[in-house]
């Protein structure tokens, strides 16, 4: 199996950062793609950013300029780092990862959310 664990989240007040931090473990043979999706009440879960194995980024047209993704491919982790919040912001973030197993069959998983909310 394999499962992601994430960290950071909470209560910022507008103009301020956060970041995120998401792990990979289990039985991981590579990971494609590695990435944050959130949702906010009543909305559909939607793409934030994410990253390929190769280091390529890619933004969501609200967050471009103000969200940086990153990941350790040595940890299996991946960061988002968020400034200049907006309440528009307030969301569940999610963790999600594609890749393959040892068995070499591929894999998408889902972390099991976390709260960011932003104050006006």
């Known amino acids: 199996q394999v499962q992601l664990v994430e960290s950071g989240g909470g209560l910022v007040q507008a103009g301020g950062s956060l970041g995120l931090s998401c792990a990979a473990s289990?039985?991981?043979?590579?990971?494609?793609?590695m990435g944050w999706y959130r949702q906010a009440p009543g909305q559909q879960r939607e793409l934030v950013a994410r990253?390929?194995?190769?280091?390529?980024?890619n933004y969501a047209d609200s967050v471009k300029g103000r969200f940086t993704v990153s990941r350790d491919s040595a940890k299996n982790t991946v960061y988002l780092e968020m400034t200049s919040l907006k309440p528009e912001d307030t969301a569940v973030y999610y963790c999600?990862?594609?890749?393959?197993?040892?068995?070499?069959?591929?894999?998408?998983?889902w972390g099991q959310g976390t709260l960011v909310t932003v104050s006006s």
């Open positions: 289990g039985t991981i043979f590579s990971i494609h793609a």
């Open positions: 990253i390929t194995d190769a280091g390529k980024p």
């Open positions: 999600n990862a594609r890749g393959l197993r040892y068995s070499r069959r591929e894999f998408e998983v």
